[in-house]
């Protein structure tokens, strides 16, 4: 079983859950399109929550949208999870479970997967298919070329974005930051080393005329506008972000739902400001 998580992890799981019904009961009255379930980060379908003395599980995004089956189900489940012991658990809670749903598992990266759904969507065979989509990693492992590839498709995406945990800890307050970490930044946001560097600092000069940077003050924030800047360059529409948010309340990730459908944005907007309070 997966372990991780806080009371954010229930409020994400819910979060998605409400939309995924009120999108089935707007497709339930367009019949023609087949519905799938897309889930980059599955897990195993459980998540375990430990203290110091204590347990407790919680039913896992996958499981939770197999059950649903009113107003309807999905038609196809897709799940993809990298650590094979994690897939082993995941067909026994899924797949094994549920042996009348059409449920797909692979065990490969999510970033490869994403590539190959927007193939998918432009062939033949997925002329007729809708895509709700949840990418929810724990860190930043989702490549910017990936949700690139998605624009123009049919796809309504929740994306958790590590914009505290992920982000903000590689932007070092005196800009002195690894190639490392630069690379993975540039792949996450798919943007140079310059453009971070002149969204997130100030470049000054010290008495001695040696350039120096002064990260901004608000980079939690700063980082999680950036992406939605960016969602809104493969998407028409990107909701307000639910803030997950730390016992400190610092913001550890921004969730956002982006769609080319306003519509979408209207309920996820309104699911996400009941969240937020
Ligand atoms: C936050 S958990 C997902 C929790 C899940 N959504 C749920 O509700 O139970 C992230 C999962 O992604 C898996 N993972 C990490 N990197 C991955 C990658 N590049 N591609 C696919 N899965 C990955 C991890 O093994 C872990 O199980």
Redesign the pocket.
Known sequence: M?Q?GGDWTDKK?EILVEYAKAYLVIMNKRSYWKLMYF?????TGF?VKENTVDFNITI???RRIIEIDSPKPFDEYYF????SN?VKQLIQNTKKAYPQKKIYIQE????KKMCDLAVFLKSKKGKYHKILA?I???GM?VEWKSIENLKGLPVDMWVLVPTGLGVNRLLKKNGQISDAWIKRLELFLGLSREEIESFFYMKVQNLFNQDMFIKSSDAINKSGQLYKKRLEEVFEFVSKPFELKNSANTIMYHLYLASNNKAAITIANDIVNKYNR
């Open positions: 997966n991780f799981i889930d980059g980060f599955a897990g998540i896992g995004a996958a993809v999870e990298k650590n994690k490969e990266d999510c970033n949840y929810d990693p724990c492992q």
